[in-house]
């Protein structure tokens, strides 16, 4: 069965750093886009990253520019999310999806915690 699987999330100051990752099994990885969506307890889910199946393209979400950054090792049928500087409002889970558009087909990761608390 199709599985993605985070990792990588937990407790930090802010101004730390975290790297989560999410890796994929049964899927032919290097076919799908890959994205990173949080959600915070009463919020909406919101995507904070996106890769295309090649990795040429990238695209963040506007608070998180500059300080995260996505990448993936198709070798490794995984996506990273680097996360520098952290502050108390990116707490949330953090979700890993993958999707083929032209088959209208995405994969949800089950989400890691990342709490960014002094």
């Known amino acids: 069965q199709v599985q993605l699987v985070e990792s990588g999330g937990g407790l930090v100051q802010p101004g730390e750093s975290l790297r989560l990752s999410c890796q994929a099994s049964?899927?032919?990885?290097?076919?799908?886009?890959l994205s990173w969506y949080r959600q915070a307890p009463e919020k909406e889910r919101e995507l904070v990253a996106s890769i295309g199946s090649t990795g040429g393209s990238t695209n963040y979400l506007d608070s998180v520019k500059g300080r995260f950054n996505i990448s993936r090792d198709n070798a490794k049928n995984t996506v990273y999310l680097q996360m520098n500087s952290l502050k108390p409002e990116d707490t949330a889970v953090y979700y890993c999806k993958a999707v083929r558009f032209v088959v209208r087909r995405e994969y949800w990761g089950q989400g890691t915690q990342v709490t960014v608390s002094s």
């Open positions: 049964g899927i032919t990885f290097s076919m799908y886009g």
